[in-house]
């Protein structure tokens, strides 16, 4: 179908547009920008007077909940999510049950994910059989299945040996080794960050030398094996401190932060609230001043929902024993306004965060609109004003550490591959 | 964020945390306690009729004799009934989730809830769940808080030293692992004592500890140099297993309570400790039965300070 979308001020990082322009939208591919191609017959026009018309938002870390886990959420439930959420890509973890560490699975997933015609779903495989961190999945027959990269989520590894040789042979094919830094000895049973809140609260502490000295290991090992690494989920100064270090010295890392942690601090925790449960925790002032510092100069390359959707009987618990995780999709796009508002940020830059820099990281030839790419596209309402209500969310998973908190910016329309997939 | 234990009368709702607990209502249930420390001395008849037709349900979820105890004597002089439950026996086990065990609970009527749980922020989670007139009350939360038994060590230490404002008060053990350390400290900070100290190995400390206003000593003979009161806590026995110490015998030696060590503080310094000791760990029985021990006083006036507790809250609209 040819669609047209009139009047909106189009942002588009990665061309570096940031102008009112119409967009041209044909056989499912951006056909022009700005002046119509020739011989174009609009069948649909969306008007977008008043709106922004950007890249579909690419999400890196996004809990599908498929397979095992249907009773927290479905594919069809937060698939739904996605798209009300403006986004158009997503990359999910092979936390499941059973984990993603066979080829069928994969294969299943992305079968039922292309049937639901919504957002694009890339399956992000275990690294290790059943995410044990003992013996190698079959990472070539994964990828030849769909996986885009490889990942233990938050399963640790703690034999470095087995890393070193999970990191060698994904760099044999090229393939991306995903990991979220965690020592697993001293993160053991911890819930908090190790600072004045776990203190006062009595809550079990993770101290911030888990997250460096697990991430000094995989920089080193990174060096050693020439892997793609990508670090997930970054949450300390000092952390944002070791990716820089290694940036500067030449090291082809890249990573994320989840966007709870660009707002909320364990200040958020208050009086054991088990929406801020989160992993990693959330940790002080100054570690979430440095994680936005680290997005700005380019240290921490993009933002993830770190979608979690969790079923109220698993949250409603004392905070420790409470599921850990927060319901994400539809909040994350008016969670990265809310971030380029605070810190002043040009929205191009910001959006950039969640759509560009995330499909670089994937190898996606995505999340800009250039002529003849897929016509991925959100379009929202920068200046529409709501409240985070869990009755609202289309997720399945109402735990949010936001709920009451009223945010900006509302999509109007999602497009997937040309295709009009939600529109509000 | 409000306040959870106060209604909004800014009156004692439920009993959570001594963390903000305003100065006067700690000085109420101080100065109501002592009017029942009669009650439980003085008379024939140990009862008052103040939580007459009243439910009182002990809910708990992780052993203990003799909190439990306390609690049932007071609600039984104050003439409430008073309701058992040993629920990490029963309902738990069976599957059934906290809040339903809480809900069932609320449909039998139940006025007061006495909580005990292993996890922090357990009499929080209740106490947000619970009907409107039914009060809480934290018998201990995981390593949260325990504002009873730090409410009952500020009554024993009024009751032989009179006045908080002079005072040097040292905290001596796992403060870590322990929900007794976090409500004194706040407790003692709330009445205005000027000096508060904490005296253990750095594995025993909690991050930024100094941060809730105590002076940190690692030196027992230091930190113990003219204080008014010592306050031991219980050491248990897992710490060995989870590398915090090497041994019980290094610890009783360097942090251990002993004649020795209690000549530097002050001639008439109280010792206290909020039970059960382990004599010849974290106390010398020498001085945990000697001259300077206040510890069964805190065990009796326990009973008329959690009395002062629940007749306050009953009171509340």
Known sequence: MNIQIKNGRLIDPKNSIDAVCDVFIAAGRIAATGAAPKGFVAEKVIDANGLIVAPGLIDLAARLREPGYEYMATLESEMEAAVAGGITSLACPPDTDPPLDEPGLVEMLKHRARNLNQAHVYPVAALTSGLKGQELTEMAELADAGCVAFSQADAPLTDTRVLMRAMQYAATFGFSVWLRPQDSFLAKNGVAHDGEVATRCGLPAIPVCAETIALATMLSLARETGVKLHICRLSSAAGVELIRTAKQQGLAVTCDVSVNHVHLSEMDIGFFDPNCHLIPPLRSLRDRAALRAGLVDGTIDAICSDHSPVDEDVKQLPFAEAEPGATGLELLLPLVLKWAGEDKLALSDALAKATLRPAQILGLDAGHLSVGATADVCVFDPDAYWKVAPGALKSQGKNTPFNGHEVQGRVRYTLVNGKLVYQA | ?317
Do not use: W
């Open chain 2, 1 to 317: 964020m409000n306040n959870p234990q106060l209604n909004k009368h800014g009156e004692l709702q439920h009993l959570l945390t001594t963390e903000g607990l305003p100065v006067d209502i700690v000085r109420d249930i101080l100065d109501r306690a002592a009017t029942f420390v009669d009650v439980s001395d003085g008379r024939e008849i140990k009862k008052v009729p103040l939580l007459h037709g009243k439910s009182v349900f002990n809910m708990f979820f992780e052993s203990s004799t003799r909190t439990r105890t306390t609690f049932e004597i007071a609600a039984k002089r104050l003439s409430a009934d008073v309701v058992n439950l040993n629920i990490g026996a029963s309902s738990t086990s069976k599957g059934e989730t906290l809040l339903d065990t809480v809900d069932n609970l609320c449909a039998m009527h139940a006025d007061m809830f006495v909580v005990r749980h292993a996890q922090s922020g357990a009499a929080h989670f209740i106490a947000r769940h619970v009907a409107p007139d039914v009060h809480v009350i934290n018998a201990g939360d995981g390593r949260h808080a325990h504002p009873t038994q730090a409410l009952l060590d500020m009554f024993t230490i009024r009751h032989y030293k009179k006045e908080f404002h002079n005072l040097r008060v040292a905290i001596v053990g796992d403060v870590l692992h322990s929900r007794v350390a976090r409500s004194q400290i706040h407790a003692l900070t709330t009445l205005g004592v000027p000096e508060v100290r904490v005296i253990a190995p750095k594995t025993l400390l909690p991050a930024m500890v100094e941060n809730l206003g105590v002076q940190v000593y690692h030196d027992m003979a230091q930190g113990l140099h003219d204080v008014d009161v010592v306050l031991m806590l219980r050491l248990q026995n897992e710490r060995m297993q989870g590398a915090a110490l090497p041994s019980a015998q290094e610890y009783f030696k360097y942090y251990g309570l002993t004649e020795e060590k209690l000549a530097r503080a002050r001639p008439d310094a109280i010792v206290m400790h909020p039970g059960p000791m382990n004599r010849g760990i974290e106390i010398d029985s020498r001085v945990a039965d000697g001259t300077h021990s206040v510890i069964l006083s805190q065990v009796t006036f326990g009973i008329a300070v959690r009395m002062a507790v629940m007749s306050m809250l009953a009171g509340a609209k």
